[in-house]
């Protein structure tokens, strides 16, 4: 089961309110699907600049693997106050910490409420019928 301190997106990224702002990341099913387990697969991360504005749903940034490149989605509306320099030049932080140090972005949202998004047990249930 996926931690219940955040919400998560259809397109596979979680969402956590912190302070001020909302932390952003992908789930580990999404790194798994790019990677099949292997860490080493990643290749390449594509965040946006601080102080760039997004729109739920817009695409702001990508994530490459040696099988696959996938899109980023925001799931708030507001702005990027914050990119983690961390992954950069450490992909492989997106699996070995995926709900703590893998987070990518932080939003500081126009209004930081993450009802439209999934609950944990949702989720779940979305990646099982998806598959």
């Not at 397109?11 to 956590?16: D, G, I, L, M």
């Not at 390449?44 to 696959?68: H, N, Q, W």
């Not at 030049?89 to 910490?97: I, N, R, S, T, Y």
């Not at 993450?114 to 989720?123: C, E, I």
């Amino acid at each position: 089961m996926r931690p219940d301190d955040r919400r998560y997106a259809t397109t596979h990224e979680w969402a956590k309110i912190d302070g001020d702002s909302v932390m952003v990341g992908i789930t580990d099913f999404a790194i798994n699907e790019l990677c099949n387990g292997n860490e080493g697969d990643l290749v390449y991360c594509d965040l946006p600049e601080v102080g760039r504005m997004v729109e739920i749903g817009e695409t702001f940034g990508e994530i490459e693997s040696v099988k696959a490149v996938s899109d980023l989605q925001a799931p708030i509306t507001g702005e990027v106050v914050e990119v983690n320099p961390v992954i950069e030049d450490h992909l492989q932080v997106l699996a070995e910490d995926t709900w703590g140090k893998g987070w990518m972005v932080r939003i500081r949202a126009k209004a930081p409420n993450l009802d439209h998004m999934l609950d944990a047990a949702a989720y779940e249930e979305h990646i099982a019928a998806a598959h």
